[in-house]
């Protein structure tokens, strides 16, 4: 990405270096506010995205929606946070902090833009989800542990997530809808001209495929000679004719054509 690599080189300088340990530490952070003070959810409420709110002056909604945790189950809170931690130092690792942060930022902005556009609030939830979608798209071949118990190719999660993204975008309301297609935004921006690209060779690889398959399929006979089974292959110079006084199509060649035995049905 041409765009991409020139805006790092003006602006490479201001991006946050190691940003997911940050977002993942302040996740931790507020899990911990919450399970021990915010028995009324008090906290967790004041964190979240709401535009009218945040017009009435509580801007920090802009950015701590994104340090709310993605359970509230302790066991499964940790292993969440793992995760994100791995995939996301793993994805800077590979583009690099500025790319890495453009990505996740993209995303924010485009769940933030839904949200005052279209109305509800805003949630990270899919925001986290376009993380994993990328670390997929890089990595397909990498084994998890699923429950701890069944390893399998993170490619498979992600095809199952892509049909709940798909499911979503099709049966829930509008605002939904919206955020949903904003939060893929950062997704589609990186990896939307490599996957056109891809089909388009795939098109291209058909059309050459089918073309050598016509040019190289093997020739069959026009004509036969009911006697001798002669064809136009074993000689471009033969003629044949049909018989009109044999019953059903018969063809022979000219040496055959007058002293042939007709044929009778039955």
């Excluded at 990595?139 to 892509?162: F, G, H, R, S, T």
């Excluded at 490599?194 to 040019?215: L, T």
């Excluded at 002669?230 to 059903?248: V, W």
């Amino acid at each position: 990405m041409n765009w991409l690599d020139k805006l790092e080189r003006k602006f490479g300088r201001f991006a946050i270096k190691g940003l997911s340990r940050y977002i993942v530490f302040l996740m931790a952070f507020t899990y911990c506010l919450i399970y021990f003070l915010d028995v009324s959810g008090t906290y967790i409420f004041k964190l979240m995205l709401i535009p009218d709110l945040v017009l009435d002056g509580e801007v920090w909604r802009l950015i701590t929606f994104i340090f709310i945790p993605p359970t509230t189950n302790l066991l499964w809170v940790v292993f969440a946070l793992m995760f994100y931690y791995f995939i996301g130092t793993t994805l800077e690792r590979e583009w690099g902090s500025f790319k890495f942060n453009v990505y996740y930022f993209t995303g924010v902005l485009g769940t933030i833009i839904a949200a005052f556009a279209f109305g509800g609030f805003g949630t990270s939830f899919y925001l986290n989800l376009t993380i994993f979608l990328a670390f997929a798209r890089l990595y397909p071949n990498y084994e998890i542990q699923l429950y701890l118990v069944l390893p399998i190719k993170v490619k498979y999660l992600a095809w199952v997530d892509w049909f709940y993204l798909l499911y979503a975008i099709l049966t829930q309301p509008v605002p939904v809808k919206i955020t949903v297609i904003a939060s893929i935004v950062n997704y589609l921006i990186f990896f939307g001209p490599e996957m056109i690209a891809y089909m388009r060779n795939r098109s291209v690889v058909y059309q050459n495929r089918s073309r050598f398959r016509v040019i190289h399929a093997p020739k069959t006979a026009k004509h036969k000679c009911t006697v001798c089974g002669a064809t136009e292959m074993d000689d471009s110079k033969l003629e044949f004719r049909y018989c009109i006084d044999c019953e059903g199509d018969h063809e022979y060649c000219m040496e055959h054509l007058n002293t042939h035995e007709h044929v009778r049905e039955g």
